[in-house]
């Protein structure tokens, strides 16, 4: 017999759940092919579809006119696993930066609107500033979240911080949408993000994108130290290797 459907459903949420499964089997899809392969109607379809792309977790070709999971929201279908196929290829390449500089280096990924932290290799200096791995950071004060906006699709970016509030964490935290912005856009061109004293006092912190094979930034890798010893912004070797380390996940991932 069949059974009948629990009480407090929500059908536009069950719609959601499936079309976000339908896309992440395809790869990508347009609007009237996901109306043909789930018989959700298309007015449906379309306002599902405009929401996922304004939270990031999906993204739209303009020019073919057809979506793909983004990454602004982890947590789905098969990322459990992805997440720890993302921490093991990560691991190495940050205890060699941490050995190499001795500083604290940070794995991090958007989560919602702020950057958890996957995995941190603390300094071993007894003056260190290292979060726990499950922690978050704010995704416009810190050089994880720079690296990971810089890179992401314009969607992503505006339902982060598109006329919303960007609280001040420090007296020197960007709170402008609009410095903000061009900040973005700097880290862009130069492949880095650095962060003085915008999330904790007397910490300095670089990061560069970990990126996926359409270019975009699925997490970022960082390393933080205290202002007296730690200075990324004198020292291209620093910079360097930190890049070259994101890199070299980003093509075993």
Do not use: W
Not at 139 to 162: E, K
């Amino acid at each position: 017999m069949k059974s009948s459907p629990p009480r407090y459903l929500v059908p536009v949420l069950q719609s959601a759940f499936r079309l976000i499964e339908e896309v992440s089997r395809a790869g990508t899809l347009s609007l009237n092919e996901a109306v043909l392969r789930t018989g959700i109607p298309k007015s449906t379809v379309f306002r599902v579809f405009s929401t996922l792309q304004h939270l990031g977790v999906l993204i739209r070709d303009e020019a073919e006119k057809t979506y793909r999971l983004g990454y602004g929201v982890p947590g789905l279908l098969t990322a459990g696993e992805d997440l720890e196929t993302l921490r093991r290829a990560a691991l190495p390449q940050m205890i060699g930066l941490r050995d190499l500089f001795g500083e604290t280096v940070n794995l991090g990924k958007l989560q919602h609107d702020k950057v958890v932290y996957l995995e941190v290799v603390p300094s071993e200096s007894a003056l260190r500033f290292s979060e726990r791995p499950g922690a978050t950071v704010a995704v416009h004060a810190s050089s994880l979240g720079r690296a990971i906006l810089a890179f992401s699709a314009p969607a992503v970016v505006d339902g982060l911080i598109a006329g919303r509030p960007l609280p001040a964490l420090t007296a020197k935290t960007i709170t402008e949408e609009a410095v903000l912005r061009q900040e973005l856009a700097a880290v862009r061109r130069q492949g880095y993000s650095i962060e003085v004293e915008e999330t904790s006092l007397q910490a300095v912190c670089v990061g560069a994108p970990i990126l996926n094979t359409h270019g975009e930034a699925v997490a970022a890798l960082s390393l933080s130290g205290p202002i007296h010893r730690f200075r990324p912004q004198k020292d291209k070797k620093i910079i360097a290797a930190l890049r070259k380390a994101a890199a070299e996940i980003s093509g075993v991932r």
